[in-house]
């Protein structure tokens, strides 16, 4: 089945940009989601990719699909101690029901 | 404002109780998961619902049960409550079309001692 992999912590300056990474196993997914989770919350979707975009940029946040590379990046700008998350990757292979499939998560702190 | 709503935050049972968890969302949404988060592990798929009274496997459905009897309500059961069952357990759902929002609730941390 379809496997997600980031890495598990990113620290980064305030200020600085950071950078999450994220590798899929299926080439067939339609959308892939980068969602954040505050502590003691639940996931809050913080952007998405459909699979024939190369990049998304919303405000801060910039997404970078590579297809071949089954390679999805998450950037975001001026990290602030506000972005301090856990940040999951999550893919939705073909198939329906908008079941997503979850990597890891990864925790980025923000120092100052 | 849409909302997920999980009955409780956090839980605290005992090995072998027969453990419900309710999820509500208001949303008319087809669609409503149960997933459990473990650290490093990500978020793993128990069961999902697509309509009411329809229920289809995830990866982990062992030791777990659901119930869908209305549209707004998804029930999650621990049959007989085990420690590896100590986790944080987060309903979400999600439209029928393709390529919607998944909406989530804030999370039951559930502790079988």
């Known amino acids: 089945g379809e496997d997600v992999e980031q890495s598990l912590f990113l620290s980064v300056r305030e200020g600085d940009s950071s950078v999450i990474n994220c590798t899929y196993t299926d080439s067939s997914s339609t959308y892939l989601y980068w969602y954040k989770q505050e502590p003691g919350a639940g996931l809050q979707l913080l952007t998405y990719?459909?699979?024939?975009?190369d990049m998304k940029q919303d405000q801060r946040l910039t997404v970078l699909l590579n297809k071949k590379d089954k390679h999805l990046s998450l950037r975001i700008a001026d990290t602030q101690t506000g972005d301090s998350a856990i940040y999951f990757c999550?893919?939705?292979?073909?198939?329906?029901?908008?079941?997503?499939?979850f990597g890891a998560g990864t925790r980025l702190a923000v120092h100052p | 404002d849409v909302k997920v709503t999980q009955s409780s935050r956090y839980l605290v049972k005992r090995t072998g109780e027969k453990v419900f968890l309710e999820c509500v969302q208001d949303m008319d949404h087809e669609n409503m998961f149960w997933y459990r988060q473990d650290p490093g592990l990500g978020l793993r798929l128990i069961y999902f619902?697509?309509?009411?009274?329809?229920?289809e496997k995830g990866d982990i459905p062992e030791g777990y049960s659901v119930s869908r009897e209305k549209k707004e309500r998804f029930s999650l059961i621990l049959e007989s409550a085990s420690t590896n069952q100590t986790s944080m357990y987060l309903c979400?759902?999600?439209?029928?079309?393709?390529?919607?929002?998944?909406?989530f609730g804030q999370g039951t941390r559930l502790t079988v001692v």
């Open positions: 619902s697509y309509d009411v009274k329809m229920k």
């Open positions: 979400a759902s999600s439209s029928g079309q393709m390529n919607t929002e998944a909406f």
């Open positions: 999550a893919v939705l292979p073909s198939g329906g029901y908008n079941k997503l499939i």
């Open positions: 990719i459909f699979s024939n975009m």
